[in-house]
């Protein structure tokens, strides 16, 4: 049976009386298995619904879609990425996966562009997400003083008050 993606989701077509229909299939499991040759290959397994237009041998059949592009695809310039997604727009895990996904390579992007060389100098999730923080934190703060300014506002709650001095004995 032929696979094919519309709109990043792999799809059969089945044939009835009506005309030609589009199934989507369900992903079931999403993977990166390493090669011999040190590169990954990212690719799933997807499964037929069970829905009447589907022959009863197909419902609940399993393949393994491969994501990622060889390398003759790539020279051939059509990469697979380009027309499948590994977790597509019709997943029920799409929204929790992908909502935020521009908002936080927005702030990358904003965040590296004031950098030497554009790039972020730590590396681990744990150092990144600290850098991201600190950076975070001097904007606010650059922006609460630059407002203080401006206005003359009070921005003394934004502070912590330091602790009493304990009277010397």
């Known amino acids: 049976m032929v696979i094919t ?52 041998h197909l419902r609940h059949a399993k393949a393994w879609i491969r ?38 390579e927005s702030k990358h992007h904003i965040m590296k562009s004031v950098l030497p060389n554009k790039r972020l100098n730590v590396v681990g999730l744990n150092r990144v997400r600290l850098r991201m923080h600190a950076w975070q934190l001097g904007l606010t703060l650059g922006a609460a003083l630059a407002w203080h300014t401006r206005t003359g506002g009070d921005i003394s709650h934004l502070f912590a008050q330091p602790p009493p001095l304990a009277d010397a004995a």
């Open 67 to 104: 994501h990622n592009s060889t390398e003759d695809e790539i020279a051939r310039k059509k990469p697979r990425t380009r027309a499948l997604r590994p977790i597509p727009s019709t997943d029920p895990d799409f929204a929790a996966l992908y909502g935020v996904r521009n908002d936080t």
């Open 5 to 56: 993606a519309v709109d990043g989701t792999p799809c059969i077509m089945i044939a009835t009386a009506e005309g030609r229909h589009e199934i989507e299939l369900k992903r079931s499991q999403t993977k990166i298995r390493s090669n011999a040759d040190s590169t990954f290959t990212v690719g799933g397994w997807w499964s037929i619904p069970d829905q009447p237009l589907v022959p009863r």
